[in-house]
């Protein structure tokens, strides 16, 4: 069944748009604070796209989602009170434990981490305001995290350029159905736990 196909096609002739760049700002601030698609989905197609501007976009990515995670900070600084109930009953509330605990032995790599890996970013990011973390660190922990994960995106991108998308295209449904494989396994093996 050929359902990302499609997808894929779609997200290639966005990611081509004039305004792209603007979307793709957007996304990664709002991904940071509030928002659960992460920019690599614009990023990636974008880097395909026009390999020689990957630099420009994972820098554009890395900046705004640093901008972000200043919101989510300010959120959880000054609204973390008003917040909470909501995050108790959301799928959110185990990763902010989490973060919680992370910021307690790790402090700066804990931010470091989140921003690099695919742990909701945006959970640590109104963690630290909640904890009241220094907020230098933070944003230095955010800086170095998120651009590492952005540059590297943007660089395999635009290093594999027409090739790989010929590739992705070829192959885009057998990895979306795997990905959505894998997922239902890790959720069947996190509910069992």
């Known amino acids: ?24 700002g957007g996304l990664s601030f709002a991904e940071s604070s509030f928002f659960p698609v992460p920019p690599d989905v614009m990023l990636a197609p ?17 900046l705004t989602s640093v901008a ?21 009953d959301s799928n959110y509330w185990p990763a902010y434990q989490t ?9 700066f790599w804990a931010v470091f981490v989140a921003g690099f890996s695919p742990i909701p970013y945006k959970v640590f990011t109104i963690a630290a305001g909640a904890l009241s973390m220094a907020l230098l660190p933070f944003a230095a922990a955010s800086f170095i995290g998120r651009g590492l994960r952005f540059f590297l995106v943007a660089g395999l991108m635009a290093w594999g350029g027409a090739r ?20 239902a396994v890790a959720a069947l093996w996190y509910g069992t736990r």
């Open 46 to 62: 974008m880097c395909l796209a026009t390999p020689r501007r990957a630099g420009y976009f994972a820098l554009l990515t890395t």
């Open 68 to 88: 972000g995670g200043l919101l989510g900070y300010a959120i959880g600084y000054f609204a973390f009170d008003a917040l909470q109930p909501w995050l108790q």
């Open 164 to 183: 790989m998308e010929a590739i992705l295209h070829r192959y885009v449904d057998r990895l979306g159905w795997a990905l959505v494989a894998i997922i």
């Open 99 to 107: 973060a919680v605990e992370w910021f307690g032995r790790w402090g």
């Open 1 to 24: 069944m050929k359902l990302f196909s499609p997808l894929y096609r779609r997200a290639m002739i966005w990611s081509r748009h004039p305004r792209a760049p603007w979307y793709l």
